[in-house]
């Protein structure tokens, strides 16, 4: 692993240690979605260029968001992949400024890619956020060697081919089964247990169906001992649901965080932090004061 600019260790060693400061808390921790790519589902294009994606990562954070979230790949469903080479280019120059202007946020990398991974970890991400459950080689490995934080998710197949393959016997009992593998193998390659958070995957390779019932058993999958992050926002399963399109789905992707509030370590990974944080402000207040 490569020494950060001007010597000593990367600024993205030490993320676990930083993750874990947000735990105990009465709220899910909002994740903020920043899409740097021309083809995202919801906001593909808008925040392409570097002036303008930095401009959004800070406006997320002033928003409530306590994680930006950078992607430089679309995972929508049918999504290409690009190079390596690419992704690093749209994803590394928003981290370093990131950092630079705000030292105390906590910034996660969206990539499936060993290589992308580790230049994120070096210019100062804390947390790599893996469709692929850490399934490239090295990347595991990667997490481990730069002390950060990783999201593993469920999917079936890849972006382009995984909602062909929705069929299941027992979705949640599937889903609890994968994910429960993928945290043996990081922690077996050296990630450290506490920072390795769990993802059901809404969205990639379910259908309606099995999103819902996901969704519903979320405080079963938090049961496995790990933070849970789940990321319904504006997905298609809310447009087939009820008919609205992309850009007016948050009410939705409201109704469909409550789960969270039942689970003792969550993350919600949102395109609106400020709604979304009050949201959960007057829902767990409306909990707490319930008989």
Same mark, same amino acid.
């Given at each position: 692993? #490569?020494?950060?600019?001007?010597?000593?260790?990367?600024?993205?060693?030490?993320?676990?240690? +930083? *993750?874990? !400061?947000?735990?105990?808390?009465?709220?899910?921790?909002?994740?903020?979605? *920043?899409?740097?790519?021309?083809?995202?589902?919801?906001? @593909?294009?808008?925040?392409?260029?570097?002036?303008?994606?930095?401009?959004?990562?800070?406006?997320?954070?002033?928003?409530?968001?306590? &994680?930006?979230?950078? @992607?430089?790949?679309?995972?929508?469903?049918?999504?290409?992949?690009?190079?390596? +080479?690419?992704?690093?280019?749209?994803?590394?120059?928003?981290?370093?400024?990131?950092?630079?202007? !705000?030292?105390?946020?906590?910034? %996660?990398?969206?990539? %499936?890619?060993?290589?992308?991974?580790?230049? $994120?970890?070096?210019?100062?991400?804390?947390?790599?956020?893996?469709?692929?459950?850490?399934?490239?080689?090295?990347?595991?490995?990667?997490?481990?060697? %730069?002390?950060?934080?990783?999201?593993?998710?469920?999917? +079936?197949?890849?972006?382009?081919?995984?909602?062909?393959?929705?069929?299941?016997?027992?979705?949640?009992?599937?889903?609890?089964?994968?994910?429960?593998?993928?945290?043996? $193998?990081?922690?077996?390659?050296?990630? #450290?247990?506490?920072?390795?958070?769990?993802?059901? @995957?809404?969205?990639?390779?379910?259908?309606?169906?099995?999103?819902?019932?996901?969704?519903?058993?979320?405080?079963?999958?938090?049961?496995?001992?790990?933070?849970?992050?789940? @990321?319904?926002?504006?997905?298609?399963? &809310?447009?087939?649901?009820?008919? $609205?399109?992309?850009?007016?789905?948050?009410?939705?992707?409201?109704?469909?965080?409550?789960?969270? *509030? +039942?689970?003792?370590?969550?993350?919600?990974?949102?395109?609106?932090?400020?709604?979304?944080?009050?949201?959960?402000?007057?829902?767990?207040?409306?909990?707490?004061?319930?008989?």
């Amino acid at each position: 692993m #490569r020494p950060a600019a001007g010597g000593g260790t990367p600024t993205g060693a030490g993320g676990a240690a +930083r *993750l874990a !400061r947000l735990w105990p808390r009465p709220l899910p921790v909002v994740m903020g979605i *920043l899409n740097c790519t021309p083809d995202s589902f919801s906001d @593909g294009g808008r925040f392409l260029e570097l002036d303008r994606a930095v401009a959004h990562g800070l406006r997320l954070l002033e928003e409530g968001a306590e &994680i930006v979230d950078v @992607g430089g790949e679309s995972t929508r469903p049918g999504a290409e992949p690009v190079p390596a +080479r690419m992704e690093i280019q749209r994803v590394v120059p928003v981290i370093e400024t990131l950092r630079r202007e !705000r030292p105390e946020a906590l910034i %996660s990398v969206d990539t %499936s890619k060993t290589e992308v991974a580790r230049e $994120a970890l070096d210019a100062g991400a804390d947390l790599v956020n893996d469709v692929t459950a850490g399934a490239a080689p090295g990347m595991l490995e990667a997490v481990a060697e %730069s002390g950060a934080g990783v999201v593993l998710m469920h999917m +079936r197949g890849t972006p382009r081919t995984m909602q062909g393959e929705t069929r299941y016997d027992h979705v949640v009992a599937e889903v609890a089964s994968f994910l429960r593998d993928r945290l043996r $193998a990081a922690v077996d390659a050296g990630v #450290r247990r506490d920072a390795v958070w769990l993802d059901p @995957g809404i969205g990639f390779g379910k259908d309606d169906a099995g999103n819902i019932e996901l969704l519903a058993a979320l405080p079963d999958l938090a049961a496995l001992g790990q933070p849970v992050l789940v @990321g319904p926002s504006r997905k298609s399963f &809310i447009g087939r649901i009820t008919g $609205a399109p992309v850009g007016e789905r948050l009410p939705g992707t409201l109704a469909a965080l409550l789960p969270a *509030l +039942r689970c003792p370590r969550a993350v919600v990974r949102v395109h609106d932090p400020a709604p979304v944080a009050q949201f959960l402000t007057v829902a767990r207040a409306i909990l707490e004061a319930t008989p």
